[in-house]
């Protein structure tokens, strides 16, 4: 069975203040795992994804995640803060055969403070 | 590619009625997925078709069904709705297999019922 856990339902930071949304994942099997962007009244809008090549992932819009196995981690983090950051950000996870279907955390909504 | 779209945008329906929801998938995607968006909750999967047969499904109850056909199009069937059935339907395609990079999602289409 497969999980995701999103510490932190809220999340505010400052303009141009370090970006941290922590995702951490629970999986009997190689996961492949992926961060989408939820803007208000949207859909969800892929980021970044891990399918098992680089540890270190590079998305849009300057975000980036880390895989961790050693600590079954996939936070996603984003140097420098825009108030277009604020939306709701979800962490899911997939297994690396049969459906692909993904199990999303519960999410996290960013604030961006001027 | 012209992406995954929805239809309709929004709706609402009576306790007790049925809808059916479409969504056309991304050109050359085999797989489409259907979740349900409570307010305020991460997507849940509701079932998955893989070359128009259905390959998964999750914790719903058999009044949602679906279909898939061969022009890449897709629907979403609900009877005998229920209130708790208020929610975001997004749709979600994709081409799993070796070299599966993530799904496309749609905007979704808002249900309400009253």
């Known amino acids: 069975a497969q999980s995701v856990t999103q510490l932190g339902s809220h999340v505010s930071v400052s303009e141009g203040a370090l970006v941290l949304l922590r995702c951490n994942y629970s999986s009997s099997v190689p996961p492949y795992l992926f961060w989408y962007v939820q803007y208000p009244n949207q859909g969800l809008q892929l980021l970044l994804k891990?399918?098992?090549?680089?540890?270190l992932v590079k998305g849009i819009n300057g975000f980036e995640a880390e895989f961790k196995k050693s600590e079954t981690s996939f936070h996603l983090t984003k140097p420098s803060a825009h108030m277009s950051d604020a939306a709701e950000y979800f962490c899911a996870v997939s297994s690396t055969e049969g459906t692909y279907k993904y199990i999303f955390g519960t999410g996290t909504r960013l604030k961006v403070l001027a | 590619e012209t992406g995954v779209t929805q239809s309709p945008t929004h709706l609402i329906k009576t306790r007790g009625q049925q809808v059916t929801l479409r969504c056309s998938s991304q050109s050359g995607h085999n797989t489409v997925s259907w979740y349900q968006q409570a307010l305020g909750q991460g997507p849940q999967f509701i079932f998955q078709?893989?070359?128009?047969?259905?390959?998964g499904r999750g914790n719903f109850p058999p009044r949602f069904s679906g279909l898939q056909f061969p022009n890449y199009s897709s629907e979403l069937n609900v009877n005998a709705l229920e209130l708790d059935d208020s929610a975001l339907y997004l749709c979600?395609?994709?081409?799993?297999?070796?070299?599966?990079?993530?799904?496309?999602f749609g905007s979704g289409t808002r249900l309400t019922v009253v």
């Open positions: 979600a395609s994709g081409e799993t297999g070796t070299g599966f990079v993530g799904y496309t």
């Open positions: 078709y893989y070359r128009e047969e259905e390959n």
């Open positions: 891990y399918t098992s090549a680089a540890t």
